[in-house]
């Protein structure tokens, strides 16, 4: 016996590339091609030194109150951590002790079952149909819990609210968590749920339509009690996890309500002229809601464009897992550099 | 069955009061009384903006580059989190999975029980002796992992090196988590026995020594192959732990040598002085080598003292636990709000 042998074992998630080269364009991590608010650098800009050196506020109560405040739910339906991976990660931990599967599609986040590894969670996965969408009926077996992309990644399809209320209506006696990363480009929010359903958990970031994946915030809106369990799990396992610059600027970025809108709508319109030029060269994808396009070419392999495109130093995502592995998940950019994708798409397609 | 069966029950860790009066002298939480260094600032002024929109550096290499420099180790023996409490949480996960218990003092730092119960790992204390320092004894029975806080909270007592030693040589099958929170104010670090105990594992913090409770940054030392095995699950728990403004921020204050060994000198001079003045008013203590002395009154009650320092807006803490429920422990302020306090002191006292 050697400390070796009570060492976890674990097949960690696979981040995408964070190249470091100096011109490139980076159309594969679905960040925010727009920085963060104004308002966020003046925050930055002006934090006090001296605070510092204390504990931040382990309650976030500021910044909570900003997030509950523009969703229009109250501070107590709302909880917030180090990206929304630290709070879907606290949210399995916390609802997800059933000895019977959790079940969510074989294609989804890859993170999901990341976490049920690492928590030793029992998961079922099950197929996507042909176009990629949900069966609606695949969600509706005895299970420990449910987990719900909405829009979807990495194909970018959005389920609308009827879906997402068939989900929860025959899962009662599970906790259901939408996890909303990509909502704020296009889709409904589950959020307006919340008052018919006690089970319902839905989780957003700051790291897509917020500019600010940077600054590692994400949320949890869900029932007082729901929300005080994730809080007693976060509790203990570390009281203080958003920094006094995280609380500021998040808080900052939420009140900025002008340039959210701004920005997001550029990504919105840009997605969708982008979805004109890919059909152009010979691409299909289900329609996205999110901001990236889940693309595959009619002729050219999708690994070889992936290839192609890094030589030119622009990168997408490409997954080598079977069944989407003729896709590319191709972020939003701006216009600038959707144009420069564009053309050297051309180039390889030629 | 409902949803609500396989909801985590925890007791959580409860965090010392961050009570919000515009006047008050904060002696409760371990603070380092400093701001950080001025580089800091500099730093965090400095920011680029446009960085806020992608995900930081997983691999964190920045800091744990400076860390590790500062340290004399290579950089992949250092692994960097959310504080230590982050730091020590991963480190749980990671190395406690046996059927045996972990083992601890009953009088530690309190969260380590707490982490165990999160974790579902079984665990064991034993008393300290009666001048609350520990028998290494105690140390020397089979077990799953051991927890050694050095020096120890809230007694403040420093185990030395060779006492380190004997627990890590008696321990050759379980990882051994030596907590050094409070090393830089006295102590000799651990990390000098990494060369030859391959099962040990150094944790240290920011948020004492290094005045940047409010940025979350702490990290473990360890051999490569300890460290891979926390970023595994650190991976598989949240790729991206650390802002980009914490890593620059803990980066200049790791490259600030000067201002580190000129605010840890004061504090341990201003705790010197301190020990003269508490006996001067009757009061006993373990020696600390810490930024706090844990104290009793050969007269009046802990709790009451408490108490009537609260009234007066200062804040020291207070543990109602059987064995030392008549202590309080004082953390170490500037010489003004030493002098504040012990003025406190001789109203109450009088």
Chains 1, 2 share one sequence.
């Not at 970018?156 to 899962?171: A, C, M, T, W």
């Not at 997001?264 to 809601?289: Q, Y």
Request: charged share 25%; hydrophobic share 40%; with cysteine.
């Amino acid at each position: 016996m050697s400390f070796r042998d009570n060492i976890r074992k674990v097949v960690p998630y696979t981040p995408g590339e964070q190249p470091k080269l100096s011109k490139m364009i980076k159309l594969n991590t679905n960040e925010n091609p727009y920085p963060p608010s104004k308002e966020v650098e003046k925050v930055l800009q002006g934090l006090d030194m001296d605070r510092f050196k204390l504990y931040p506020d382990p309650k976030i109560e500021k910044l909570v109150t900003a997030i509950a405040d523009n969703l229009g739910v109250a501070s107590d339906k709302v909880f917030v951590g180090v990206g929304s991976d630290d709070v879907l990660a606290m949210a399995f931990m916390t609802f997800f002790n059933s000895d019977k599967p959790i079940i969510f599609p074989e294609v989804t986040y890859s993170f999901y079952d990341v976490w049920a590894d690492l928590f030793k969670i029992p998961y079922k996965t099950f197929a996507l149909k042909d176009d990629f969408s949900i069966d609606v009926k695949d969600f509706c077996v005895d299970n420990g819990g449910v987990v719900l992309a909405n829009p979807n990644a990495p194909t970018g399809i959005y389920e609308s609210l009827e879906f997402v209320e068939e989900v929860l209506k025959n899962n009662k006696d599970s906790v259901v968590i939408v996890d909303e990363a990509y909502i704020d480009f296009g889709g409904n929010s589950a959020i307006s749920l919340l008052d018919r359903y006690e089970n319902l958990v839905v989780v957003q970031t700051f790291s897509k339509s917020r500019s600010m994946a940077g600054m590692r915030i994400g949320f949890a809106v869900a029932s007082p009690e729901l929300i005080k369990a994730m809080n007693d799990v976060k509790y203990s396992y570390n009281s203080y996890t958003m920094s006094y610059a995280s609380i500021e600027a998040g808080t900052a970025a939420v009140n900025d309500k002008e340039y959210f809108e701004q920005t997001r709508n550029k990504v919105i319109l840009t997605r969708e002229e982008a979805k004109k030029e890919l059909t152009k060269r010979g691409f299909t994808f289900p329609d996205s809601m999110t901001n990236f396009i889940f693309a595959t070419h009619k002729e050219k392999a999708a690994a070889d464009i992936f290839e192609e495109l890094k030589k030119r130093g622009i990168f997408v995502r490409y997954f080598n897992k079977p069944g989407i592995d003729n896709y590319l998940r191709i972020t939003i950019g701006t216009d600038e550099q959707m144009k420069e994708f564009f053309d050297a798409l051309d180039e390889i397609l030629a």
